[in-house]
């Protein structure tokens, strides 16, 4: 334990905030790590380019292009990073052997041995997300909302493999899979019919969920979007139709990705409204700029009061965090660090903030005070307890870890063809 902890840790007492406890506390909150960032969202059951509403830029080299590689990946990325994780997986990487290959709505949880296989070698649990994008049965650019019954009844089935597969992760892990039903289903142009896609839409959802699965194991959700890449008129997802949908489907939970709204709008202060209904939600965590452009997550202040919202209101255990996002433009598995370390510190600046003692103030109408504590608590010694609690988990907690990136880049991904 340095000095300069010690030192830390008396001031944040003057504060009531008993620091080792916090370290101790956040050691054991989960946070799942996507496993696109490191392969530019292309999976392993097709060739093609990413379509479908979403879209990655640039070709940094050393990208994954088969499972190992990219197990090597997150197993560097996550060593570097402090906390306990679970591991984000979309259905496209099925990883399938011996020349076996099985389309979307066929898949099964053989296809996802390895990922089981990954997942207890690091004791995490894993989360899983069916794949409606870059398929060719993507019609029109529509899937669950699809006006063609046979469209919409494979990617029905997509669902329902789905709900078997994270069962399975469930079972296997022994920690519950939350589920993300999103798709980028819309039209480019201004439509003719907004209701009857949603129609289709939620009726697709309601019959995917009809699948039987235990509802203590696996956590479905629902994931709006206000627009995406060709579909920039009309989503059918939107945030209205996704929060209903959830509010009205028992054991549903509504999924927030930071990204999917209005340039105006923070989910920060959506956080607690949902809480106010919701027993759990669920976060996919980004960073947007101008648009849901799915950037690196940094230490920036929409982050810090996501975070500050989950830990204030005693929401640990009722939000499902997750990352996503993906750059292809730099090492992407500095970019998994660097988006999981900001959202480690996120959370234990949260924890390190008096929040019952800021609360009391607001309560009491001493608003003159309580910005004036608001502004001192941005200057406590937060970087000594960051520091302190990376080397109680075992990781870099100064700039040093990107020097293992530097190594890792020249010894491996600079080889790969």
Same mark, same amino acid.
């Given at each position: 334990?340095?000095? /300069?902890?010690?030192?830390?840790?008396?001031?944040?007492?003057?504060?009531?905030?008993?620091?080792?406890?916090?370290?101790?506390?956040?050691?054991?909150?989960?946070?799942?790590?996507?496993?696109?960032?490191?392969?530019?969202?292309?999976?392993?059951?097709?060739? #093609?380019?990413?379509?479908?509403?979403?879209?990655?830029?640039?070709?940094?080299?050393?990208?994954?292009?088969?499972?190992?590689?990219?197990?090597? +990946?997150? +197993?560097?990325?996550?060593? !570097?990073?402090?906390?306990?994780?679970?591991?984000? *997986?979309?259905?496209?990487?099925?990883? @399938?052997?011996?020349?076996?290959?099985?389309? /979307?709505?066929? !898949?099964?949880?053989?296809? %996802?041995?390895?990922?089981?296989?990954?997942?207890?070698?690091?004791?995490? #649990?894993?989360?899983?997300?069916?794949?409606? @994008?870059?398929?060719?049965? *993507?019609?029109?650019?529509?899937?669950?909302?699809?006006?063609?019954?046979?469209?919409?009844?494979?990617?029905?089935?997509?669902?329902?493999?789905?709900?078997?597969?994270?069962?399975?992760? &469930?079972?296997?892990?022994?920690?519950?899979?939350?589920?993300?039903?999103?798709?980028?289903? #819309?039209?480019?142009?201004?439509?003719?019919?907004?209701?009857?896609?949603?129609? /289709?839409?939620?009726?697709?959802?309601?019959?995917?969920?009809?699948?039987?699965?235990?509802?203590?194991?696996?956590?479905?959700?629902?994931?709006?979007? *206000?627009?995406?890449?060709?579909?920039?008129?009309?989503?059918?997802?939107?945030?209205?139709?996704?929060?209903?949908?959830?509010?009205?489907?028992?054991?549903?939970?509504?999924?927030?990705?930071?990204?999917?709204?209005?340039?105006?709008?923070?989910?920060?202060?959506?956080?607690?409204?949902?809480?106010?209904?919701?027993? =759990?939600? &669920? !976060?996919?965590?980004?960073? #947007?700029?101008?648009?849901?452009?799915?950037?690196?997550?940094?230490?920036? +202040?929409?982050?810090?009061?996501?975070?500050? =919202?989950?830990?204030?209101?005693?929401?640990? +255990?009722?939000?499902?965090?997750?990352?996503?996002?993906?750059?292809?433009?730099?090492?992407?598995?500095? &970019?998994?660090?660097?988006?999981?370390?900001?959202?480690?510190?996120?959370?234990?600046?949260?924890?390190?903030?008096?929040?019952?003692?800021?609360?009391?103030?607001?309560?009491?109408?001493? %608003?003159?005070?309580?910005?004036?504590?608001?502004?001192?608590?941005?200057? !406590?010694?937060?970087?000594? *307890?960051?520091?302190?609690?990376?080397?109680?988990?075992?990781?870099?907690?100064?700039?040093?870890?990107?020097?293992?990136?530097?190594?890792?880049?020249?010894?491996?991904?600079?080889?790969?063809?």
């Amino acid at each position: 334990m340095s000095a /300069r902890y010690e030192s830390a840790k008396a001031v944040y007492a003057s504060f009531g905030i008993d620091t080792d406890k916090v370290i101790e506390k956040l050691k054991n909150v989960p946070v799942s790590l996507h496993c696109w960032q490191g392969d530019d969202v292309i999976g392993f059951d097709h060739d #093609g380019p990413l379509t479908g509403g979403i879209q990655t830029t640039g070709n940094y080299p050393g990208k994954a292009k088969t499972p190992d590689e990219l197990f090597s +990946d997150m +197993d560097k990325a996550m060593s !570097l990073c402090p906390g306990k994780k679970k591991i984000n *997986v979309h259905a496209c990487y099925a990883v @399938f052997e011996d020349g076996e290959f099985a389309d /979307r709505d066929a !898949l099964e949880p053989k296809h %996802f041995r390895k990922w089981v296989e990954f997942a207890k070698k690091n004791g995490a #649990g894993i989360d899983f997300n069916p794949t409606f @994008f870059s398929h060719p049965k *993507v019609k029109d650019g529509l899937t669950l909302s699809s006006p063609d019954e046979e469209t919409r009844r494979f990617w029905i089935n997509h669902g329902k493999a789905c709900i078997r597969i994270s069962e399975y992760f &469930a079972k296997e892990t022994g920690i519950p899979c939350v589920m993300n039903i999103w798709t980028g289903d #819309g039209y480019k142009d201004i439509p003719a019919d907004r209701m009857g896609p949603r129609m /289709r839409y939620k009726q697709s959802i309601e019959e995917i969920l009809s699948e039987p699965y235990d509802k203590n194991l696996v956590k479905p959700c629902v994931e709006s979007k *206000v627009f995406g890449i060709g579909v920039e008129s009309f989503t059918a997802g939107s945030a209205e139709f996704t929060l209903s949908f959830a509010a009205t489907h028992d054991g549903c939970l509504p999924l927030m990705d930071n990204g999917h709204y209005h340039p105006t709008e923070v989910v920060s202060d959506k956080i607690p409204a949902l809480l106010c209904f919701f027993p =759990e939600i &669920a !976060l996919h965590i980004t960073r #947007g700029v101008r648009w849901d452009s799915d950037h690196v997550l940094l230490f920036d +202040d929409e982050t810090k009061e996501m975070a500050k =919202e989950i830990v204030r209101n005693g929401a640990l +255990d009722r939000v499902y965090m997750a990352l996503d996002y993906f750059d292809a433009s730099i090492n992407r598995i500095a &970019a998994w660090a660097v988006g999981f370390r900001s959202w480690q510190k996120a959370l234990l600046n949260a924890m390190c903030t008096p929040s019952e003692m800021l609360k009391k103030l607001q309560d009491e109408s001493r %608003f003159t005070e309580l910005m004036v504590m608001q502004e001192e608590c941005k200057l !406590l010694p937060f970087g000594d *307890v960051w520091a302190e609690y990376c080397e109680r988990c075992g990781v870099c907690g100064d700039k040093s870890w990107f020097d293992e990136i530097v190594k890792y880049e020249n010894e491996v991904l600079s080889k790969r063809s």
